[in-house]
Nanobody, 125 residues
Framework: EVQVVESGGGSVQTGGSLRLSCAVT????????VAWFRQAPGKEREGVAS??????SLYSASAKGRFTLSRGDKFTWYLQMNDLTPEDTAEYFC????????????????????WGKGTHVTVSS
């Protein structure tokens, strides 16, 4: 059974930093792709960052230069978020899928099969 579990959300002030963690277990045979999405109230879920097992990454325009998605141990990924603003306030979701090693990083909701339940980030001014 595949499980995706997020942690690390919280409240910070503008300019602060947070690190979100995502644990993905249950994938056995194929290469993994992990991404973070976020959804603010009244808005659509948007992709923030994606990382493949081969090390290819993709960031949204709003995340580029401020957020970094990396892999820790075999089952854990981290989203380091710096220079946060109130516009970053949202529910953050980790998503994952398994596929061939050549699969590129992607930020589409439909590109991922397995999702966590989310962790909330609040940035106050």
């Amino acid at each position: 059974e595949v499980q995706v579990v997020e942690s690390g959300g919280g409240s910070v002030q503008t300019g602060g930093s947070l690190r979100l963690s995502c644990a993905v277990t249950g994938y056995i045979w194929m290469s993994r792709r992990v991404a973070w999405f976020r959804q603010a109230p009244g808005k659509e879920r948007e992709g923030v960052a994606s990382l493949t097992d081969t090390g290819s990454s993709l960031y949204s325009a709003s995340a580029k230069g401020r957020f970094t998605l990396s892999r820790g141990d075999k089952f854990t990924w981290y989203l380091q978020m710096n220079d946060l603003t109130p516009e970053d306030t949202a529910e953050y979701f980790c998503a994952a899928n398994q596929g061939p090693s050549y699969q590129p990083p992607k930020l589409g909701v439909d590109d991922y099969d397995d999702w966590g339940k989310g962790t909330h980030v609040t940035v106050s001014s």
